[in-house]
Nanobody, 127 residues
Framework: QVRPVESGGGLVQAGDSMRLSCVASGHLFSTYAMGWFRQAPGKEREFVAAIGEIPRDTDYEDSVKGRFTISRDNAKNAVYLQMSSLKPEDTAVYYC????????????????????WGQGTQVTVSS
């Protein structure tokens, strides 16, 4: 069973950078689409970024384009979210998710297609 585990959250100031990591079990990790989602207080969970089986296939939510970068290291069963120029509105619980049946980059933003979810890590950006 695939069990994503996130790490790297914390408290930073606006303008700072932070990297989130997610390690997922499973010997087929390289075939999974991996996504990052976030949920702010009082809001629904939303898509942030995703990466397909092919590392160059990535997708980002508009508000994070140019500031966040998603990458993967299949040798470590890991996916990363490098966040820069952080803003207070980026404050949320960030979740890592694995999509074992997502093979089209056009589908990676759809939450319901992800099979496994991590517990989340809190990111707080102070102004």
């Amino acid at each position: 069973q695939v069990r994503p585990v996130e790490s790297g959250g914390g408290l930073v100031q606006a303008g700072d950078s932070m990297r989130l990591s997610c390690v997922a079990s499973g010997h087929l990790f390289s075939t999974y689409a991996m996504g990052w989602f976030r949920q702010a207080p009082g809001k629904e969970r939303e898509f942030v970024a995703a990466i397909g089986e092919i590392p160059r296939d990535t997708d980002y939510e508009d508000s994070v384009k140019g500031r966040f970068t998603i990458s993967r290291d299949n040798a470590k069963n890991a996916v990363y979210l490098q966040m820069s120029s952080l803003k207070p509105e980026d404050t949320a619980v960030y979740y890592c998710a694995a999509g074992t049946s997502i093979h089209n980059i056009l589908m990676v933003a759809t939450q319901s297609l992800y099979d496994y979810w991590g517990q989340g890590t809190q990111v707080t950006v102070s102004s």
